[in-house]
DNA sequence: TCCTGTGAATCGCTTCACAGCT
DNA sequence: AGCTGTGAAGCGATTCACAGGA
């Protein structure tokens, strides 16, 4: 564990959220040869406000230089490290329809770190395909194939009727976390990390706004 | 426009985002045939604190019963109703890989009143497809097809470095919501309602606090 | 008695504003 | 002069705690 300052701080989730949009930014700053960078910029530039930016790096211990700014590699490094983007972690994709496909091919996974390293259907007709490079396993082989090996995270991306019987499977497997893409709660022990995605959930909240707008404001002529 | 009390007012984000899941535990309860719910039943299960769930119907001007609960049927239609659950939503979606189809075949999209109406992609070898019951049309027919039409969301599927393009062609077609999938930030002008959900984000968020455990707690023998 | 509805207290994040370093 | 680092104020959401209706 290295020792920099503000390392042991709880640090909030409003600022992890943060970090992965600022490192996209820094990203496509260093690309461009930007040496140095100011709170201002970054914050325009992330849709937030300045103040923010420099509390942000100064609760995580970063710092800049008064007058120039902050230098972008090294923060480009250090939000790496806090989010373990420099190690691997090993992913396990349950569920593999057109969204666990989407998943094991995206960019996200194999950029920062993730490594698909197992895939598992109930679908007799899947089992035995091969996607990107792994191999798809059937799901009753799980335990067996995650008991002795670790992945970091158990990704479910299977119907929501599924869905808490493959999370049983993984933590009985010992997955330290579990995303979750299907519109279900899961249960969990309070040990596992769990997130989830729930798409229906962002469209809902768009109809709703809509539907808000559609009240206040005047109606388009046709609606089909 | 209905007459609710508190129909008027601003209501937090924070409560819209509540809203689907109060619903799908409604549904649930009405499937079990429960006629009326406590806030503290509806908390244990949505995971939130019992006052928040009073606070929350209160606000938006739906009342329960005291010493006996709220009507689970009264309360799962003024949700649908809030959410525009009622409404016909058409949806165009642009980028059919493996997440445009996956998105297109959710079930969150099918129910809820969302129809995908249009899909769109650029690669000719998809073009003419058939998904769900919906042809894939060229991108570049976009401005002919949802000119005259009005979808009230599109949805943006596509590798990241074509995503803002897509935005605009959107835009310029006049529709009013946007829900962007691609990992990059977009600029839309301001009237158009923006939302994005991203994978990458979520899963290094993740990693971010597997680290974090790994620095705290034991670490597991083997990791692969 | 049970459970809602809500004012008041609290919490945590955001923003302001400015002292201080380069 | 320019830009960071940060105490203090501000603000929105959450939680407490209890009065009051069924």
Chains 1, 2 share one sequence.
Request: charged share 20%; proline share 6%; net charge neutral.
């Amino acid at each position: 564990m290295v020792g920099e300052p503000g390392r042991n701080r709880r640090i909030p989730e409003a600022i992890v959220v943060r970090l992965p949009v600022y490192q996209r930014i820094l990203a496509e700053l260093l690309r461009g040869g930007t040496a140095t960078v100011s709170s201002e910029e970054l914050a325009t530039r992330a849709r937030v406000n300045a103040a923010k930016v420099r509390k942000d790096f100064s609760l995580l211990g970063w710092f800049g230089t008064r007058g120039t700014g902050y230098d972008t590699a090294y923060l480009a490094t250090q939000i790496d490290r806090a989010l373990g983007a420099a190690r691997d972690w090993p992913v396990a994709i349950v569920g593999i329809g057109n969204l666990g496909r989407a998943l094991a091919g995206s960019e996200g996974f194999s950029s920062h770190g993730f490594r698909v390293a197992w895939l598992f259907d109930a679908d007799p007709s899947v089992v035995g395909h091969v996607v990107g490079s792994t191999r798809v396993a059937h799901v009753d082989e799980l335990p067996a194939m995650l008991g002795a090996a670790h992945p970091a995270i158990g990704v479910i991306a299977t119907p929501a009727v599924a869905a808490q019987q493959v999370a049983d499977l993984l933590v009985a497997a010992g997955v330290p976390s579990i995303l979750n893409f299907a519109p279900r709660l899961l249960t969990v022990p309070g040990e596992v990390l769990l997130r989830s995605v729930d798409l229906s959930i962002e469209l809902q909240v768009m109809s709703f706004h809509l539907q808000q707008a559609d009240g206040d404001l005047r109606r388009p002529a046709h609606w089909p």
